[in-house]
């Protein structure tokens, strides 16, 4: 066993060896700094407004930031008014972290709820007469109803005009650059940051891609379909030609993009006393997987035959009189399966190019050293590449549904944390 003399000795000497191979690398370059997480934490000191001693300091620490924003989205070319923009809402939250020697991340979060736009309201309802008494009472023939002999549904949604929604991360490293002019702290300042962004946009279509479909010709005749001025809930009986069907569903296509790729920023912003503006930009070099799916159902009528007498335990039931509910117009076979469907489906996936450009402006008021109110403007534009519909397939006059542009443009308001 050593001599403790010679064990201190020992170990005073293996610390001063590794000293200067600490010192060594504490020069070499921490991609995933910075690294001295040291913070202020008087959030609501008061705020920092003095122009005396050089001006005011770029905050540094953790800051943390969120809006809520109020968009509008343009329309796709298969809409009915295809040049309109639809209003929607949304959450942008900022979240990172800036060192004492101007670098560090910041990352995003947005989401935006819709726009969910038809060409009907999606609020109606309509009611539907019970074309089938639920049996025949064996003693005196006469029909059993023991459910409403008129029910209130839901009616179906119209045409979708613009129906969307948007989702995106993104994170990125951060540089501060030196004030761009003024004495000391009083000048401007630049932020460039660099990372990747992932968005996905669903977008939802229902255009009648279908035209001169055979099974359709077949019941409805050449021509598009639904036929001009149709109801969505029309009465066959009283429809020339359309006894086949009873109600239509317009075509579903949803188009789910998923865009992802780098991304490179510039933020500039100057305080004034209380108050702080700025102006960035990104430029999003992306790709876009889109994965495209949709079907066209049918709800096909209820088959009726001759009237026939009715028998005690059969499927026989009394149709009510559709003029008057109260009548019954007489005896008539019901098929056991009353309704059925036909879908015509679609799907494919396939890769576009697709950039972005995401412009914002903002202005904040200082309520303590840490925290402010927000308020802004912001302006993300699609260039091409984001599927709104589907762009093959008989019957289709329009081209490029799926390579199509997108735009959100709107106000936000919030608050920041230190930023």
């Not at 979060?109 to 008494?133: A, C, H, K, S, W």
């Not at 995401?358 to 927000?374: G, H």
């Amino acid at each position: 066993m050593l001599n403790p003399r010679v064990r201190a000795f020992f170990v005073g000497g293996l610390l001063l060896l590794l000293l200067p191979v600490s010192m060594s690398y504490a020069q070499r370059f921490q991609p995933f700094g910075p690294l001295d997480f040291t913070q202020d934490w008087q959030p609501f000191a008061p705020a920092e407004i003095s122009s005396y001693g050089g001006g005011i300091e770029p905050n540094t620490g953790f800051f943390f930031s969120y809006d809520r924003i109020h968009l509008w989205v343009n329309r796709p070319k298969t809409a009915v008014q295809p040049g309109k923009l639809d209003r929607t809402t949304g959450t942008r939250i900022d979240f990172g972290y800036m060192s004492k020697t101007n670098n560090g991340w910041i990352g995003e979060f947005m989401r935006i709820n819709g726009p969910n736009v038809y060409d009907e309201p999606t609020d109606r309802q309509r009611d539907v007469l019970t074309l089938n008494p639920s049996g025949i009472d064996p003693t005196g023939g006469g029909p059993i109803i023991d459910v409403p002999s008129v029910t209130t549904q839901p009616y179906p949604n119209g045409k979708a005009e613009n129906v969307g929604s948007l989702t995106s991360f993104e994170f990125s490293k951060l540089w501060r650059f030196k004030p761009l002019h003024g004495q000391g702290k009083g000048g401007s300042h630049v932020e460039m940051f660099l990372g990747g962004r992932f968005t996905t946009i669903k977008a939802q279509d229902s255009f009648n891609y279908n035209a001169g479909n055979a099974q359709l010709n077949a019941i409805f005749g050449p021509g598009p379909f639904p036929p001009a001025g149709l109801e969505p809930d029309f009465d066959p009986t009283t429809v020339a030609g359309l006894t086949s069907a009873q109600r239509y569903t317009p075509l579903g296509i949803m188009a789910e993009n998923s865009i992802f790729g780098p991304q490179v920023g510039l933020r500039w912003f100057r305080q004034r006393g209380r108050w702080t503006i700025s102006a960035e930009g990104r430029g999003f070099f992306a790709v876009n997987r889109q994965q495209i799916t949709g079907g066209y159902p049918i709800q096909e009528a209820i088959p009726v035959q001759a009237p026939a007498p009715p028998t005690a335990g059969s499927t026989l039931g009394f149709p009510l009189s559709q003029a008057n509910p109260t009548v019954i117009s007489g005896p008539t076979t019901v098929a056991s399966v009353p309704e059925s469907r036909t879908v015509q489906t679609y799907n494919v996936n396939q890769w576009k190019w697709a950039p972005a450009g995401d412009v914002r402006f903002n202005a904040n008021w200082e309520i303590t050293k840490s925290f402010a109110l927000e308020a802004g403007w912001e302006w993300l534009y699609f260039a091409n590449g984001i599927a709104r519909g589907k762009s093959d397939g008989p019957g289709n006059p329009y081209s490029g549904l799926d390579n199509q542009d997108m735009m959100f443009t709107g106000w936000t308001v919030g608050f920041v944390v230190n930023r």
